[in-house]
């Protein structure tokens, strides 16, 4: 998993509330079991008419945002059933953080272990970056994960908290295997022992 430090990049403004995982891709493409693939299906049912081409109003379509990295979305993002297809979708397309007033817990914990940073602001804050990311590609956010701060193209910051468990794990690209891989040497050293003590396992 890729190390998340500092981000600047386009930010692409979803305001519709409760945005959840059937939404962020369907459930006709959940068969995979590998991480990539899954970004050109990424709000499969916005994105596309049903013939398959791209709806131009869709704020992804976009020239100025098919390119964005971080997503303004409104409240309770990610709900719904706890497919981790959610979050690899959004990875595969290249969003590297979301940020809103909530999110559905599970959801939220997946993106952790995907490399991506879900941020919760006040809707004070989430109002002003909506506005800035309305601007389009010109203007670009910030999001530097080791001060918790997210600023805006005018240079507006907002601090936000984090548990300090998940923000080492983001920035030294650690999901749940290279959690284990760090302790490596003990594991080895356990097994070593365990084989010599019981030689008939």
């Known amino acids: 998993m890729d190390k998340f430090e500092k981000l600047t990049g386009i930010a692409a403004p979803m305001p519709l509330v409760n945005i959840d995982t059937d939404m ?12 990539s693939g899954l970004g050109v299906n990424l709000f499969d049912e916005m994105r596309y008419d049903d013939n398959g081409n791209e709806i131009p109003d869709f704020v992804l379509n976009k020239s100025q945002y098919r390119d964005a990295e971080i997503l303004v979305a409104g409240e309770n993002f990610g709900c719904g059933s706890s497919r981790e297809h959610a979050p690899w979708a959004l990875k595969d397309f290249g969003i590297k953080s979301v940020i809103s007033t909530s999110f559905a817990d599970i959801f939220y914990n997946n993106c952790f272990k995907n490399g991506i940073l879900p941020i919760v602001l006040p809707k004070e804050a989430v109002d002003v970056l909506m506005k800035d990311a309305e601007k389009g590609s010109n203007a670009r956010m910030t999001v530097d994960l080791e001060n918790q701060t997210v600023t805006s193209s005018d240079g507006e910051s907002f601090s936000f908290e984090l548990d300090s468990f998940k923000k080492h794990c983001l920035m030294n690209g650690l999901d749940d295997i290279g959690l284990t891989m760090e302790k490596a040497t003990a594991i080895d050293s356990f097994e070593t022992q365990a084989a010599q003590a019981r030689p008939w396992v």
């Open 24 to 35: 962020i891709i369907p459930k006709q493409f959940l068969k995979t079991i590998k991480r």
